[in-house]
């Protein structure tokens, strides 16, 4: 007897990207369960949160261009509010729009994310840093190495525009504590 | 082969009414398997909790590092995790061992012992266990019972019964690509032979150490992410 697979739809998903967003969702590795939701009150963001693997290419996927206030969240870590570091991607624009991350430059430490989970609880983070690293350097030890407590990172891009590739050469990235888990 | 006695999911109870030897083993192995996992949950609970003292522990000693009794205190917390990891590390192999045992026991039954189904409704073991363990039959045996994947301690544990018989009457495998019960258990690659359930002290970037449940991020991706475009 197995659980409900994860809905196949967004493997046939057709994106029309460039630059830093070149890529969807990818590989979903495992299913992650409906109902998940992030919500950054400082900056007014919120979005349900799609599951995302890797592309070929083995970098991670990303939500769909052409949806760019969607987030999601990387399925081959913890989920948020589980013990690790738990990653949640979104675009900082797209399509010629603004992205569900456009401000996330803005969030201050401090600040709260609400992350629901798919119990139906809610784990409440804290920012604890705000940083912008180069692409050619990303930290990934940093973002995904394991933790002693339940974390958080927001990943988007940021910094110089790159025209010619069409494409960011930054990303910003918000690490986070879990500060307190609040039932359903 | 007609067996006299009914194998009810007491151990010696079974043994004794199993007249064939091979049905007797069976059951003697299915007793241990229950016992080991008892043993092993206690030794996993007690690690659990020796990991939250351990991580308390640290963040009383983090936030007043002066204080030498917290110290103290978290060198005794130490202590205690590290004994648990070896209680909880030797519950693990016995499990293990008791698991292919039982494994091996229900190869060489091969449907020569009654299905324990007509009596785990009235009869049930003494420890209280309610999970009928795998492989009560073969998948010969028109009686046997429905094995979910809920039924096995872990991925691994589905995956020998898999692999006993690959026709997977009890579908275990139902998209078919030879691992079972990986949407139950996670990704085959977290499997407890990968340290799955083994809690572990960890030294991280920063220093610090604190108990963590094997890797936490599965699948560490490569590069930057693209989540922006300039269009």
Redesign the interface.
Known sequence: ???A?FLPLLALLVLI???????GAGTA???VDDGLSVSIPSIGAESSLIPLG?NE????A?PP?SN?MQAGL?V???APGD???A?I????????KA?I?SRLAQVKAGDEVDVRRSDGSTAVFRVREVTR?S?EN?P???V??????SQLRL????GV???TA???LD?VIVYADLAEMRSA | MVVGGLLVGGGAAAAQGATDPVCAALAAAKDAKTKADEAYDEAKTNLTNASSAV?KA?ADANAAPNDADLQTALATARALHNQAMTKEASADSTRRGAQMNLNQAVSAAAGKCPPPTTTTTTSKPASGTTSQPPGGTTSKNPGRPDL???DFVSRPAAQAVLNQDRSDPY?LD??NDGYA????F??PSKDPDVDEDKTVV?T??DG??????G?????????????????
């Open positions: 007897m197995r659980r697979l990207s460039a630059g830093c967003s070149s890529t590795a495992k299913a890797l290419d083995r970098t991670v990303t261009v760019p990387y081959n870590g913890p013990p690790g570091p990653v991607l979104g675009h900082v624009n797209g399509g010629g992205g991350f690293a692409k990303f990934t030890s940093k995904y190495s394991d933790t002693p407590n990943i988007t891009c940021g525009l790159d025209r069409r494409s960011y990303n | 991580v640290e979910n994947c809920q579908r139902a998209d019960c990986e949407e139950f996670g990704d960890h991280h970037d610090s150490e604190a108990a963590c449940e890797d936490q991020v599965t699948v560490v991706p490569e590069g930057s992410a693209d989540t922006g475009s300039a269009l």
